[in-house]
DNA sequence: CTCCAATCTTGTCGCTGTAAAGATTGCTCC
DNA sequence: GGAGCAATCTTTACAGCGACAAGATTGGAG
């Protein structure tokens, strides 16, 4: 174990995923990281400057592999996707959605985040290109920005809302299958928005003609 | 400032919320706290065993107040005043879903908890008394007891994933009134559940005659 | 009035994050 | 190829933390 180890920085990050998957994010400490790294315990100050830079590193990662793994698909698909992110990177979900822990204003971190964000609103505004039928579709037949954004938060809420309830352990359904139910849940969200009286401020908002690339309004029902 | 304060446990509950939205619950600190309540750093000790003891007692109360301000009211409302709650008294809200930061298995805390989980499954299951339009209602309609169960687990996820997103700094609408956003985002839930093409397993849980006091069904759209 | 249990204090221990200063290494430039 | 330099890691030190043990103080029951 030489003084230049080679790549610590990234040896660290995985370890910090590793000790907050076994003893959550409370217990996770820099003295523990660096005997798993076989360091001395102030070298990963030196990496990350302190504890709040590290997790800085470590959330920014998570919002770039967030923003991955939400690129393509259905609007439902990318719901799923976020589900099973926050499953699977289950420390860096934790992490992502709790800015008291790291400098929120980071560059970087700041960046990664509006990818992910980006990608989930997109999708709620240009809607949902293969899976008619599938429940969660998008806003952009009338072409509102607003409602479309809407749809993304309501989306993006209903999605992080159930990964941190199961991940908290607060459904009753333990051995069931997450994803599975997560698409069910998901089902509940609305199908035949035409009939949502929407507010003044909605429409005067742009006109109301037909977007050409409507494609995903199935007459089923 | 003498030897017993009277009602120190009550002080070191307030004192732990003022603590917690001040700068987090990473922050939280015994210590802290008892210079707060101008007393000695064990004294908090002897009245909650330890830190986990003291955020199990926070969270506990904090089920207990949940579980009352979702009393009353509709499906809708009771997902507005379950944002509300969180955004209210954000340091209990903060600590409830950390099961990682208490002792989960406290009969105390238990109850509690079981007692705002019950009142978000009945509102579901039995449905939505006055608010016909509301944008959530509930699936008692087919006496389907799974579909009110996804039902609730779709409004508490969406609730839940909406405060929390608020909480976080991740939506951009930072000046809007969250609970404006909250019941826009509510609105996105189903209205109409009947053209949903239901599993097997679903329809072989019991037969299918309407409810008796099936009110909500409106025939609009 | 006495005694006891509840309450709070004091002192201590090991652990943590952070900072400062020193040791070791690889790289660049001459 | 050798000097110097910057990056990397170690060592040492310190204050704050949670937890424990032992002692001081108090209110109330008998």
């Known amino acids: 174990m030489a003084y230049h180890h080679g ?3 990234r040896v660290l990050l995985e370890a910090t995923a590793e000790a907050i998957e076994e003893n ?17 315990h102030a070298a990963p100050t030196h990496h990350f400057g302190d504890k709040a830079g590290l997790l800085t590193a470590f959330a920014a990662e998570g919002y770039e592999q967030l923003a991955q793994e939400l690129a393509g698909g259905s609007f439902l698909e990318m719901g799923v996707a976020y589900v099973r992110f926050a499953l699977t ?14 400098h929120a204003d980071d560059p970087a971190l700041v960046a990664a985040r509006a990818k992910s964000a ?31 954004r809407i749809t993304g938060q309501a989306g993006w809420s209903i999605a992080h809302g159930f990964a941190t309830l199961w991940l ?3 459904f009753p359904d333990r ?3 997450p994803i599975a139910l997560a698409r069910a849940l ?17 429409v005067d908002r742009g006109p109301e003609e037909p977007d050409p690339d409507e494609l995903d309004r199935d007459p089923e029902a």
């Open 175 to 177: 051995d069931q299958d």
């Open 89 to 102: 990177r289950r420390a860096q979900f934790e992490v992502m959605y709790r800015p008291d822990l790291y």
């Open 168 to 170: 908290s352990g607060a």
């Open 118 to 148: 980006e990608a989930l609103y997109d999708r709620a505004e240009h809607g949902n290109q293969k899976s008619a039928g599938d429940g969660i579709q998008s806003d952009a037949r009338n072409g509102n920005q607003k409602d479309a």
């Open 24 to 40: 959550g994010v409370a217990a996770l400490s820099m003295r523990d990281l660096a005997r798993r790294a076989g360091v001395s």
């Open 7 to 9: 790549d610590l920085r």
């Open 186 to 202: 998901f089902q509940e969200l609305n199908r035949a928005p035409e009939d949502l009286n929407r507010t003044p401020e909605d």
